[in-house]
């Protein structure tokens, strides 16, 4: 119950975030679009992260810590190839925002 709560309140957050980051010009140069690489190899470099470039910084103010990255997706790629449950708060040069990350097992 107690993680339903938290999916929710992360998924309002990251909803909200979105209009702020509307409004500081995010481009469609802070996303790479894998799906259309002409190769499968160029499909794998698209998603790969630039872990030398992608830092944990503090966020003092917010009482937590962000993951900082030179690109939107690096960052998501970043907090999503963690395999962790939760929000984790994102920093790029187009501004701040939240990563929700959840799992579900599926009955087949």
Known sequence: MKKSILLTICILILILSLNTAHTQGVSSDDFLPPIQAKTSEQSKQLLEVKTAEVKI????????EAV????TQDA???VVNKHEIGCKMIKTGS???????GMVNYDT
Do not use: D
């Open 68 to 71: 900082v990255a030179p690109t």
């Open 95 to 101: 501004g701040l925002g939240w990563v929700a990350t």
């Open 57 to 64: 910084e503090s966020v003092p103010e917010m009482k937590t």
């Open 76 to 78: 998501i790629n970043s």
